[in-house]
């Protein structure tokens, strides 16, 4: 039956693919093709020296997603916000949870989440809506006038956004405490904010690495250390240089805090 259900999704993808590509293929009258006729000519007198026959060539529009038209039109873009807004302020990413409720309340007992990728990018697009309604209307970071995002599928299939996000001048990070208001590497307080402590446990604690695990998958093996830099040095208050990351506070109480599962440190 899991089978079944992944075939469907994917026969139903493939039809409407066919049939974007099938009208494209046999409406290139209406897509003024012929603008690109200078193009066929050479093409044609390239093959005839060679001694080599061309097939049909078929243009796809900017309309059709995936297309390079298309990618570069996105790309253009892009460039025209940064030429006109200049350096983005915040870089932000959100990956697919499929252990979100919206998406396991709404697949079959016997599914997993690989077999509705149909239920997952649904999801994954609410919940992006919401992030962008909060980032451009209600403004958490402050008065965004640009954004430009990009979406791409992991291994695993999951959906992930990467985001560029615009501020006004009155909203810009200049300095560490402008880095303090927006960023947070400290470990949320558990009895203050038990909800948030749970999550930045389970989801944003890196390692174990280093001497703990030198078979991590983020470690350098000719070096013998991570190569993301862990562990990060404790710093009682953030270091904000302009041509290069900032380095946040972190753990100023000098609190050691280790988290144990199963007997690893997480």
């Keep these: 039956m899991r089978r079944i259900t992944q075939q469907y999704v994917i026969d139903a993808w493939i039809k409407v693919e066919h049939s974007k590509l099938y009208f494209i293929r046999k409406g290139q009258?209406?897509?003024?093709?012929?603008?690109?006729?200078g193009l066929i000519d050479y093409l044609t007198n390239k093959s005839e020296k060679e001694n080599t026959k061309i097939g049909k060539m078929v243009i796809l529009p900017s309309s059709f997603t995936g297309s390079p038209r298309a990618c570069r039109e996105n790309y253009l873009d892009s460039?025209?916000?940064?030429q006109v807004k200049g350096k983005p302020d915040l870089f932000i990413t959100m990956?697919?949870?499929?252990?979100?409720?919206e998406i396991v309340?709404?697949?079959?007992?016997?599914?997993?989440v690989a077999d509705r990728p149909d239920v997952v990018v649904?999801?994954?697009?609410?919940?992006?809506?919401?992030?962008?309604?909060?980032?451009?209307?209600?403004?958490?970071?402050?008065e965004a006038v640009a954004f430009t995002y990009d979406i791409e599928f992991q291994k695993r299939g999951l959906p992930h956004v990467y985001l560029l996000l615009w501020l006004?001048?009155?909203?810009?990070?200049?300095?560490?405490?402008?880095?303090?208001?927006i960023i947070s590497a400290e470990?949320?307080?558990?009895?203050?904010?038990p909800r948030l402590y749970q999550i930045v446990k389970k989801h944003m604690i890196h390692g174990p690495c280093g001497y703990q695990n030198e078979s991590a998958p983020c470690m350098d093996v000719e070096k013998n250390e991570c190569t993301k830099n862990f562990p990060k040095k404790y710093i009682s208050t953030t270091m904000f240089n302009t041509n290069?990351?900032?380095l946040y506070g972190r753990r100023r109480d000098n609190r050691t805090i280790i988290f144990k599962s199963k007997g690893r440190i997480q």
């Design 29 to 37: 009258a209406k897509l003024r093709t012929h603008m690109y006729r």
């Design 79 to 82: 460039m025209i916000v940064l």
């Design 95 to 101: 990956t697919c949870n499929p252990a979100w409720k």
């Design 105 to 112: 309340e709404n697949i079959e007992e016997h599914e997993i």
């Design 122 to 142: 649904r999801v994954f697009h609410e919940k992006m809506q919401m992030l962008l309604n909060d980032l451009t209307k209600c403004h958490i970071f402050g």
């Design 168 to 181: 006004s001048s009155s909203n810009k990070v200049r300095n560490s405490t402008d880095v303090d208001r």
């Design 187 to 193: 470990i949320p307080d558990e009895i203050m904010y």
């Design 244 to 246: 290069s990351y900032p």
